[in-house]
């Protein structure tokens, strides 16, 4: 297979190897701590009790300790199962659901903050804000539109905090990112023969954060914060296995969605505290993605992919309950949006759609310097209809897909907390 008819291949791939399926909406990971996975993330930006706080809202440190360090890491595991009411996959015919799209992976975090002064807080954190991982079992009558997909995201935010006075704080932090994808599907060949290809693209790029914590009594915090877009340039190679390895190489620009949140916590008592969370989410930054063939240099894309997301708001309560000096229960729901409009947009590297989560933990006071959080989720996936097309005349062998996903995500989470 020539270069050139390779670089045609890469439309069907690239949007793809951005939309794995995740816990929050889209191809989001709320897992920067696994301490707020008891509280189904509540309160996630007015909390700071932990130096996770660097993440979700870096005025929150000027509540810590003068040292803190925090580490945890969180499982997710997603289900997703594919059920056909008609497909039509032309060379691909074949009666395979694919199983199991899903699978578990960890996503690490760890934090540290420390005070320069009163008043000047300083820090670092580590996490993934996007990825996870689909795959599909073999037989799968959905293979030339995807077998495999994986992203992977790695961010690095230094931050700071200023305590304005006993009422207001404000923070800011740079993000470095790199982004990583690598897709998988199979094309066909003629006489029912099919090869694999494997697109992979990644880059690295820098955002911003900013968050401020209001007081507004001693039993009262109000927290807000906003994360910027980041935007990539992701440079790759489509490598296409066809009686003898081919490749070219691809490009695509990718601006990731900026997101704000406003939480409150409430002390109702010495022993009940209320968390709430309202967030936002702009995923219609990625109105589209234009395809570019490296190898001829052309200014005009190759494909245009029309991805038609739109922004999406998730609402969280919880609450906690300190059993003695030692225990405290926590507990939470949340209804998350997808950013997917409608069936035919819905990607089978994407079986995405809205959501509620379930969630119940327990906080243990080790000693006066530090904690471990224990955290268990379960979310519960609307189910989500398919009828994507893609057996047009510009690609007539990628089939239409159509049916229902049913689906559901487990999360498990530890974090362990260290004053000094």
Same mark, same amino acid.
């Given at each position: 297979?020539?270069?050139? *008819?390779?670089?045609?291949?890469?439309?069907?791939?690239?949007?793809? =190897?951005?939309?794995?399926?995740?816990? !929050?909406?889209?191809?989001?990971?709320?897992?920067? +701590? $696994?301490?707020?996975?008891?509280?189904?993330? =509540? #309160?996630? $930006?007015?909390?700071?009790?932990?130096?996770?706080?660097?993440?979700? *809202?870096?005025?929150?440190?000027?509540?810590?300790?003068?040292?803190?360090?925090?580490?945890?890491?969180?499982?997710?595991?997603?289900?997703?199962?594919?059920?056909?009411?008609?497909?039509?996959?032309?060379?691909? !015919?074949?009666?395979?659901?694919?199983?199991? =799209?899903?699978?578990?992976? =960890?996503?690490?975090? #760890?934090?540290?903050?420390?005070?320069?002064?009163?008043?000047?807080?300083?820090?670092?954190?580590?996490? $993934?804000?996007?990825?996870?991982?689909?795959?599909?079992?073999?037989?799968?009558?959905?293979?030339?539109?995807?077998?495999?997909?994986?992203?992977?995201?790695?961010?690095?935010?230094?931050?700071?905090?200023?305590?304005?006075?006993?009422?207001?704080?404000?923070?800011?932090?740079? *993000?470095?990112?790199?982004? /990583?994808?690598?897709?998988?599907?199979?094309?066909?060949?003629?006489?029912?023969? $099919?090869?694999?290809?494997?697109? &992979?693209?990644?880059?690295?790029?820098?955002?911003? +954060?900013?968050?401020?914590?209001?007081?507004?009594?001693?039993?009262?915090?109000? &927290?807000?914060?906003?994360?910027?877009?980041?935007?990539?340039?992701? /440079?790759?190679?489509?490598?296409?296995? +066809? &009686?003898?390895?081919?490749?070219?190489?691809?490009?695509?620009?990718?601006?990731?969605?900026?997101?704000?949140?406003?939480?409150?916590?409430?002390?109702?008592?010495?022993?009940? /505290?209320?968390?709430?969370?309202?967030?936002?989410?702009?995923?219609?930054?990625?109105?589209?993605?234009?395809?570019?063939?490296?190898?001829?240099?052309?200014?005009?894309? @190759?494909?245009?992919?029309?991805?038609?997301?739109?922004?999406?708001?998730?609402?969280?309560?919880?609450?906690?309950?300190?059993?003695?000096?030692?225990?405290?229960?926590?507990?939470?729901?949340?209804?998350?949006?997808?950013?997917?409009?409608?069936?035919?947009?819905?990607?089978?590297?994407?079986?995405?759609?809205?959501?509620?989560?379930?969630?119940?933990?327990?906080?243990?006071? @080790?000693?006066?310097?530090?904690?471990?959080?224990?955290?268990?989720?379960?979310?519960?996936?609307?189910?989500?209809?398919?009828?994507?097309?893609?057996?047009?005349?510009?690609?007539?062998?990628? #089939?239409?897909?159509?049916?229902?996903?049913?689906?559901?995500?487990?999360?498990?989470?530890?974090?362990?907390?260290?004053?000094?």
């Amino acid at each position: 297979m020539s270069q050139i *008819n390779s670089m045609k291949l890469i439309p069907a791939l690239v949007l793809a =190897a951005f939309s794995g399926a995740a816990n !929050a909406s889209g191809f989001q990971l709320l897992e920067q +701590n $696994a301490s707020g996975i008891s509280s189904a993330y =509540a #309160g996630s $930006a007015a909390v700071a009790e932990n130096a996770s706080t660097i993440y979700f *809202n870096p005025a929150g440190m000027t509540q810590l300790q003068t040292h803190e360090v925090s580490a945890g890491v969180a499982a997710v595991g997603p289900t997703f199962k594919f059920h056909n009411q008609g497909s039509s996959v032309g060379a691909f !015919a074949t009666a395979g659901e694919g199983g199991n =799209a899903g699978g578990w992976s =960890a996503i690490p975090n #760890g934090y540290v903050s420390w005070a320069l002064n009163k008043d000047v807080y300083v820090g670092v954190g580590f996490s $993934a804000p996007f990825g996870l991982k689909t795959e599909y079992d073999k037989p799968w009558l959905g293979a030339a539109q995807a077998t495999m997909f994986e992203i992977k995201t790695y961010n690095i935010n230094p931050s700071i905090a200023y305590r304005v006075n006993d009422k207001v704080s404000l923070g800011a932090g740079l *993000n470095w990112q790199r982004v /990583e994808a690598t897709y998988e599907r199979q094309a066909s060949i003629g006489a029912g023969a $099919a090869t694999p290809i494997k697109l &992979g693209l990644d880059d690295d790029a820098w955002g911003w +954060n900013v968050g401020a914590l209001f007081t507004l009594s001693p039993s009262t915090k109000v &927290g807000v914060s906003y994360r910027s877009t980041i935007q990539y340039h992701t /440079e790759g190679r489509l490598d296409v296995a +066809n &009686g003898g390895p081919s490749s070219a190489d691809a490009k695509a620009d990718l601006k990731l969605p900026d997101t704000f949140i406003m939480s409150v916590t409430q002390k109702l008592s010495d022993r009940w /505290e209320m968390l709430g969370d309202v967030s936002w989410t702009g995923w219609s930054s990625i109105p589209k993605v234009d395809i570019m063939n490296v190898t001829t240099g052309s200014s005009t894309p @190759v494909q245009t992919l029309e991805t038609d997301f739109r922004d999406t708001w998730r609402v969280a309560l919880g609450g906690n309950y300190k059993y003695n000096d030692a225990w405290k229960l926590k507990f939470g729901m949340a209804y998350d949006q997808t950013p997917v409009k409608r069936p035919e947009n819905r990607l089978v590297s994407l079986p995405d759609n809205d959501r509620v989560w379930f969630s119940f933990g327990t906080q243990w006071v @080790v000693d006066k310097a530090s904690r471990l959080d224990l955290g268990l989720t379960y979310i519960v996936i609307k189910d989500s209809k398919i009828d994507n097309d893609q057996g047009t005349v510009a690609a007539p062998l990628r #089939g239409r897909v159509t049916g229902e996903y049913t689906g559901n995500i487990w999360l498990l989470g530890a974090q362990y907390s260290m004053s000094f």
